[in-house]
């Protein structure tokens, strides 16, 4: 089956740069996706990765190394507003549904 | 362009009560999903379609069934709700190989 492992809080103050990890069993693998929650709302999609390397979208970026099943999401020039969940999900072994990590909870402190 | 759109957003239910969640996309998507959220917790997958025509089981499917009625839409449906069942459902569907959209939500209670 397919695990992933994430921690479950991070505090960083604002401007700062905080790193949030991902690790991953799998049999297969066909991406990593990380989203963001904000308490009361939906995920929202916010990188992907399906190659090994960094990936840039704004202030946000996130990396994967395949061969270590390991990934991360990186948030720079924090703002309040980056208080939320954020969580990381693969596709399982068939490519057909995502499973999702427990999520890490970053809260922004001013 | 709206999205993942869902039905209702906030449902209050007696035990024993039946009732359908709606979901559709606009997005021409083949995969479909249905997952529920409880407090703290991270997703846990109920359904899913990978296209038209198909469902399958996912990793907490008792007590629900689905229905892919066509490629926009995927519906939930509770027959006889249960306490256990008060959670946050979240409809998402994505392009196969790539990342999932999210409804907003459908916020149940069942008392």
């Known amino acids: 089956g397919q695990s992933l492992e994430q921690p479950s809080e991070v505090t960083a103050v604002e401007g700062a740069i905080v790193q949030i990890n991902c690790t991953y069993q799998?049999?297969?693998?066909?991406?990593l996706s990380w989203y963001q929650q904000h308490d009361g709302g939906a995920p929202t999609f916010l990188s992907y990765?399906?190659?090994?390397g960094l990936e840039e979208t704004g202030r946000f970026s996130s990396f994967l190394s395949r061969s270590d099943s390991y990934g991360y999401l990186l948030l720079q020039e924090l703002q309040m507003k980056d208080s939320a969940s954020y969580f990381c999900?693969?596709?399982?072994?068939?490519?057909?549904?995502?499973?999702f990590g427990p999520g890490t909870r970053l809260s922004v402190l001013p | 362009n709206a999205g993942v759109t869902q039905t209702p957003k906030f449902q209050v239910l007696k035990t024993g009560q039946s009732m359908t969640l709606q979901c559709a996309q606009d997005?021409?998507?083949?995969?479909m999903y249905w997952y529920r959220q409880d407090p703290g917790m991270g997703l846990r997958l109920i359904y899913y379609?990978?296209?038209?025509?198909?469902?399958d089981k996912g990793e907490v499917p008792n007590g629900y069934n689905v229905s892919r009625l066509n490629k926009r839409e995927f519906s939930l449906r509770l027959e006889s709700a249960a306490p256990s069942q008060t959670s946050v459902y979240f409809c998402?569907?994505?392009?196969?190989?790539?990342?999932?959209?999210f409804g907003q939500g459908t916020r149940l209670t069942v008392v």
């Open positions: 379609s990978a296209s038209e025509g198909t469902t």
């Open positions: 998402a569907s994505s392009a196969r190989d790539r990342w999932a959209f």
């Open positions: 990765n399906a190659l090994d």
């Open positions: 799998t049999s297969g693998f066909y991406g």
């Open positions: 999900a693969v596709l399982d072994n068939y490519g057909q549904n995502f499973v």
């Open positions: 997005m021409n998507h083949n995969s």
